[in-house]
């Protein structure tokens, strides 16, 4: 058999028929195990792989696939921590059902990608950088999970950032006295470090970052604390890089600030090296939390206090929801504050 192995050609050769050698790669609880594994050995010693995927999920409809569409391009998230352990949930939950992960990023919308069309689903993580290619998706009305936004019409996987942060936030307030800053993310539509102006905040539906500032603003106000924008940096990309820029900004002040609320860990552990480098004692000049509760929280010095969200258990449920076509309600995921030395 020189030519191409064909499933049919290969049922021939074998005596057995096209059912037979399919189960053996796709069915095999349809086979006793020592039927299928002679029928693989047999396939194995003829050079055959296997029935063609492609023309298997033309006859089906299905390929096995399920994509994540990521706000952020593919080399951020493999690098963010938050990112990178909810892909990692995501991840462990497919491969228990025998389905492969795709990885697309909304930052490189092609217009019209071939990729789109493969997956059987669809997890969109954070807000969808391209309208057009969300549309594209929405439209082959395959099931769809979004993860911390919300999208209407469509089930959302989410922990409550507004209740989260005012906790948060009302904890570090009451352990010191004096000025409030916070070190937000993505709050506007810029590329820069720099302060804020309310009327060009994203919209608390699209964006996590604005709950975050909501439940800080809310804790500021229930404990009589001045919380002005002035006091309010927007930082691009969850980076060292440009959570320093923001962290010297509002370490450099006169009078320096008491709190420092901080929308992500990366951005707090930034803030307590620019703490170090400018001999600011922490926790007894300046106390910070930060949020989301990333291993590395756990061994800075001092310890960060944080909120605590379970990023992988987040990717675990999405997957699960969407495989189980859990579609009708909104899942809220818990998360829990968590208290170290930094305030």
Known sequence: MQKKLTLKAVAKHLGVSVATVSNAYNRPDQLSAGLRQKILRQCEELGYQGPNAAARSLRTG??????????????????????????????????????????????????????????????????????????????????????????????????????AALQCALHAMRQRSGKVSVLGLRLIDSDRVCRIQHDELYSSDASISRRRLEGYLAAASQLKRDLPASQIWQIPKNTLHFARIAAYEALSQHPLPSVILCMSDVIALAALAAARELGINIPEQLVVVGFDGIAEGERSVPTLSTVQQFSTDKGRKAAQKLLNADLTDNEIMPSELIIRQSC
């Open 62 to 163: 299905r390929s096995g696939i399920i994509a994540i569409l990521l706000s952020d391009t593919l080399e951020y998230s493999f690098t963010d921590p938050v990112a990178s352990q909810f892909v990692q949930g995501v991840a462990q939950v497919l491969e228990q059902h025998g389905q492969d992960l795709l990885l697309l990023s909304s930052q490189h919308d092609t217009q019209s990608s071939s990729a789109e069309a493969v997956p059987d689903g669809f997890i969109l993580y954070g807000v969808p950088h391209s309208d057009a290619q969300l549309t594209r998706i929405l439209q082959q009305n395959k099931p769809v999970v979004a993860v911390d936004f919300d999208l209407p019409g469509y089930v959302s996987v989410n922990i409550d950032n507004y209740k």
